[in-house]
């Protein structure tokens, strides 16, 4: 925690990945990153997010774009302790970057 108290001198967020893939496939067990390199499934889930969740820091996810495949691809926004308004304000700010992504049609699953 006051490693993160220390960072949060100097900037007002962190920006992040919010996962290190994105959906995996229905019944998947293990997440491909490619190059023969996979991990146990929720590896990639729970890491990226455990520093906000461990320290307690206010955090939001927005889509901020997508993979190949047309699968949301999620970014957190880490704020200062108690500063939520301003971990909102950029979580807003980063969705209007990206648009309208409700309108944007995801893959419906298979069958």
Sequence with gaps: QQAWKAM???IDVLMAPTTAATAAPVGATEVDYGGGVSAPLMDP????SGPANLTGLPAASVCTGFDR???PIGTQVIGRP???STVL???RAAER???PWGTHRVPSLPG
Excluded: T
Aim: glycine share 10%; charged share 30%.
């Design 8 to 10: 949060f001198e100097d």
């Design 45 to 48: 889930y729970v890491r990226p």
């Design 69 to 71: 495949a047309g699968l």
């Design 82 to 84: 108690f500063d939520e």
């Design 89 to 91: 304000r950029v979580a």
């Design 97 to 99: 970057v990206v648009g």
